[in-house]
């Protein structure tokens, strides 16, 4: 089974990182991805650094959390369960009575054996999060009386940075294929795991060969990561990217869905439902308003990198999501991520192979400059410049050659010819 190296990885090492936006715990999930492949870049950059209309926060390090009982009995412990902690917490080191307490414990009443995780990103506060047995135990247990000790050795670091991974395969050619996942969530299997193990397993099949058109692979911190490194290399990206991946929630053995880019009609889209049709495989497409991945950054105004989403069973809508039952035992397998990788494979060889003509030449070209103003014999009663013209208006990276010969009403052969043609006098590249 190809996806077992990397689950095994995931499962025996990275799922007990307490992983953020920021600090060791992501670092040290970049730092074994990098064992694996050498050639992966760690970038950063520096907190408190403005990324477009954000800012990223300090970094944040945790090194102990836990609750004292009046008897001194840690009744919450971080390093038993490092959901247990409200990830962003500042320091604290107090006595609190159990009203205070209370109000600080997070629980799902519906779900009784699950601890939810819960973050403060943007806003300095602390808490814990208790399954919601545990939580009515405290309450039964102690009187109101009763004081506890909260410890939360937490630190910021405002010179800190936000660090990411990055990895190219060159190809054939310089139009690229962004395949994107997260890597800033803590001890969850699906909801952050599953992406990154299918994308070392996609790294592995290509890397060591020369695919037809580059791949870009990053891991990135969710939402922050996404729009730092498009701080860092939007002008790139919207130059060279046709299409990509992000890779969210594609572990389990459920269902298979996706996002579509904002407008539904990207080469990405076209080739994942290109894919799911030549597996033969049943799917649910989510609409573009109920987005709440990376795809809202790679598919926002003026960016409309043409990204799109796939998923086995979307964020939010498994019931183990964003709390301690999204484990390998629950919730992924092998059997769910290789049928992820397969949809996620088959749509990259897709749009690997597809040919996607982009124009040189910013605005309408002037024909007679390259030799190509004039009617050819083999062309006696149509006008093969507007063809041209026509060819160059549609290879503005949105259209592949079939795209383009459809609205052209001209044969496969015949844009071909045309391809040949402007790519020799230098006015279209692939």
């Given at each position: 089974?190809?996806?077992?190296?990397?689950?095994?990885?995931?499962?025996?090492?990275?799922?007990?990182?307490?992983?953020?936006?920021?600090?060791?715990?992501?670092?040290?999930?970049?730092?074994?991805?990098?064992?694996?492949?050498?050639?992966?870049?760690?970038?950063?950059?520096?907190?408190?650094?403005?990324?477009?209309?954000?800012?990223?926060?300090?970094?944040?390090?945790?090194?102990?959390?836990?609750?004292?009982?009046?008897?001194?009995?840690?009744?919450?412990?971080?390093?038993?369960?490092?959901?247990?902690?409200?990830?962003?917490?500042?320091?604290?080191?107090?006595?609190?009575?159990?009203?205070?307490?209370?109000?600080?414990?997070?629980?799902?009443p519906h779900k009784p054996t699950?601890?939810?995780?819960?973050?403060?990103?943007?806003?300095?506060?602390?808490?814990?999060?208790?399954?919601?047995?545990?939580?009515?135990?405290?309450?039964?247990?102690?009187?109101?009386?009763?004081?506890?000790?909260?410890?939360?050795?937490?630190?910021?670091?405002?010179?800190?940075?936000?660090?990411?991974?990055?990895?190219?395969?060159?190809?054939?050619?310089?139009?690229?294929?962004?395949?994107?996942?997260?890597?800033?969530?803590?001890?969850?299997?699906?909801?952050?795991?599953?992406?990154?193990?299918?994308?070392?397993?996609?790294?592995?099949?290509?890397?060591?060969?020369?695919?037809?058109?580059?791949?870009?692979?990053?891991?990135?911190?969710?939402?922050?990561?996404?729009?730092?490194?498009?701080?860092?290399?939007?002008?790139?990206?919207?130059?060279?990217?046709?299409?990509?991946?992000?890779?969210?929630?594609?572990?389990?053995?459920?269902?298979?869905?996706?996002?579509?880019?904002?407008?539904?009609?990207?080469?990405?889209?076209?080739?994942?439902?290109?894919?799911?049709?030549?597996?033969?495989?049943?799917?649910?497409?989510?609409?573009?308003?109920?987005?709440?991945?990376?795809?809202?950054?790679?598919?926002?105004?003026?960016?409309?990198?043409?990204?799109?989403?796939?998923?086995?069973?979307?964020?939010?809508?498994?019931?183990?999501?964003?709390?301690?039952?999204?484990?390998?035992?629950?919730?992924?397998?092998?059997?769910?991520?290789?049928?992820?990788?397969?949809?996620?494979?088959?749509?990259?060889?897709?749009?690997?192979?597809?040919?996607?003509?982009?124009?040189?030449?910013?605005?309408?070209?002037?024909?007679?400059?390259?030799?190509?103003?004039?009617?050819?014999?083999?062309?006696?009663?149509?006008?093969?410049?507007?063809?041209?013209?026509?060819?160059?208006?549609y290879s503005d990276g949105k259209?592949?050659?079939?795209?383009?010969?459809?609205?052209?009403?001209?044969?496969?052969?015949?844009?071909?010819?045309?391809?040949?043609?402007?790519?020799?006098?230098?006015?279209?590249?692939?």
């Open positions: 089974m190809p996806i077992e190296k990397y689950y095994n990885l995931a499962k025996n090492n990275l799922f007990f990182l307490c992983r953020s936006i920021t600090g060791k715990g992501t670092e040290q999930t970049l730092r074994i991805i990098k064992k694996e492949f050498p050639k992966l870049k760690i970038l950063k950059k520096k907190c408190r650094s403005k990324v477009f209309d954000w800012k990223i926060p300090s970094e944040w390090n945790i090194f102990d959390a836990y609750i004292l009982d009046k008897y001194g009995k840690k009744i919450v412990d971080f390093k038993k369960n490092n959901l247990h902690l409200v990830n962003y917490s500042i320091p604290f080191n107090k006595k609190i009575n159990k009203k205070i307490l209370l109000s600080k414990l997070h629980s799902i699950a601890i939810p995780y819960v973050v403060t990103y943007y806003k300095k506060d602390w808490g814990f999060s208790v399954s919601h047995k545990q939580k009515k135990k405290i309450i039964n247990d102690y009187k109101s009386s009763d004081n506890f000790k909260v410890v939360i050795k937490s630190k910021f670091k405002k010179d800190g940075y936000l660090k990411y991974g990055e990895l190219i395969i060159p190809g054939a050619s310089k139009q690229e294929i962004l395949i994107s996942t997260y890597i800033c969530h803590p001890s969850m299997a699906n909801n952050e795991l599953s992406g990154p193990i299918v994308s070392m397993q996609l790294i592995k099949d290509y890397i060591t060969k020369k695919p037809k058109k580059t791949l870009r692979f990053v891991f990135i911190p969710e939402t922050i990561g996404s729009l730092t490194y498009l701080s860092e290399k939007l002008t790139h990206l919207k130059k060279n990217i046709i299409g990509g991946y992000n890779l969210s929630c594609i572990g389990d053995d459920r269902n298979h869905s996706c996002i579509l880019s904002k407008y539904e009609n990207s080469q990405s889209d076209k080739a994942l439902l290109e894919a799911y049709k030549k597996l033969k495989i049943k799917y649910k497409i989510f609409s573009y308003l109920d987005r709440g991945s990376d795809e809202r950054q790679y598919n926002s105004p003026y960016v409309n990198l043409g990204i799109t989403s796939i998923f086995r069973t979307k964020y939010g809508e498994y019931p183990e999501y964003h709390t301690s039952l999204d484990t390998f035992e629950n919730v992924v397998t092998k059997k769910g991520l290789t049928g992820g990788y397969k949809v996620a494979k088959k749509s990259i060889d897709i749009l690997l192979n597809k040919i996607i003509p982009k124009s040189n030449v910013l605005c309408e070209p002037r024909l007679s400059k390259y030799g190509l103003y004039k009617k050819f014999s083999i062309e006696k009663k149509k006008n093969i410049t507007r063809d041209y013209i026509n060819f160059m208006t259209n592949d050659l079939k795209d383009i010969s459809t609205k052209l009403n001209i044969s496969s052969k015949k844009s071909m010819e045309y391809l040949k043609i402007l790519i020799k006098k230098k006015l279209i590249s692939i």
